[in-house]
């Protein structure tokens, strides 16, 4: 039998998601955790025109930010979540982003994930929805390291926490907390300027399912439903490499 030796611990461990995927109740957790360096959603940060802070310093490019959390990588191991509303793949042909970042992946029920995206901005437009996005970047990463990345089901998440993210610490080679399921409500500097979007992970406390109905659903908007069609396919595909867990 050949050994199968255990994943090193990242240095740059990144979660990739589409918007409205529970990425930043992630976000919290890993903030709870205690041993990591976290940014959120920093690419998107800089493709909406802003400057990301890294060690003190204001940075305004990819380059400058990826050198960044290598360097603060060496004093303590960086994790960063992002959203896919942008086409963030083209930023692998600049940047050596597939063997210098651990890239791992959230998905959820897309009907659920389109409705609550609507509900705080009526604009969105097909691409923003994100999965395709996200699957670009999947493709790439799983192309040129010859490897499956980890996908998180959000909605397993919420149903089994520990399990899944005992799970998920085991794949990427990090120590299961048991204490960081849970937290402290309240907003965040991290995600001041896009407060609206995270009023439910402020309120909360831990991962929870959301049981509220939006009043626009995809069953009776012909455009959500188009959305659904089109995403559809790219969330099956990265939902089919989710994390495996033990029976209960």
């Keep these: ?49 802003h400057h990301v802070e890294v060690g003190g310093r204001r940075l305004t490019t990819p380059e400058a930010v990826l050198r960044g959390f290598t360097a603060e990588s060496a004093k303590a191991p960086v994790f960063f979540k992002d959203t896919t509303e942008y086409p963030h793949a083209r930023l692998f042909d600049a940047l050596p982003l597939a063997e210098a ?60 926490p520990g399990d899944t993210v005992r799970a998920y610490c085991e794949a990427v080679g990090i120590p299961y907390d048991e204490r960081a399921l849970s ?13 609206r979007w995270h009023q439910d992970v402020a309120r909360s406390s831990g991962f929870r399912q959301s049981d509220r109905r939006h009043a626009v659903t995809v069953d009776d908007s012909p455009a959500l439903a188009g959305y659904l069609r089109h995403h559809l396919p790219f969330y099956e595909e990265l939902r089919s490499h989710s994390l495996v867990l033990p029976a209960v």
């Design 101 to 160: 970042v651990t890239h791992t992946f959230i998905v959820r029920d897309p009907r659920r994930a389109i409705e609550s995206h609507y509900a705080v901005n009526p604009d969105v437009k097909l691409p923003e929805i994100g999965f395709e996005h996200q699957y670009e970047i999947f493709d790439r990463v799983r192309r040129e390291t010859g490897r499956d990345p980890v996908v998180v089901d959000a909605d397993v998440l919420v149903e089994r």
């Design 1 to 49: 039998m050949v050994a199968v030796s255990a994943p090193v611990r990242p240095a740059v461990l990144a979660l990739w998601s589409p918007p409205r995927a529970m990425s930043t109740a992630f976000f919290r957790m890993m903030v709870q955790r205690g041993d990591f360096r976290a940014y959120h959603e920093p690419f998107s940060e800089l493709a909406a025109g």
């Design 183 to 195: 937290w402290q409500s309240g907003d965040r500097s991290e995600w001041s300027r896009t407060s």
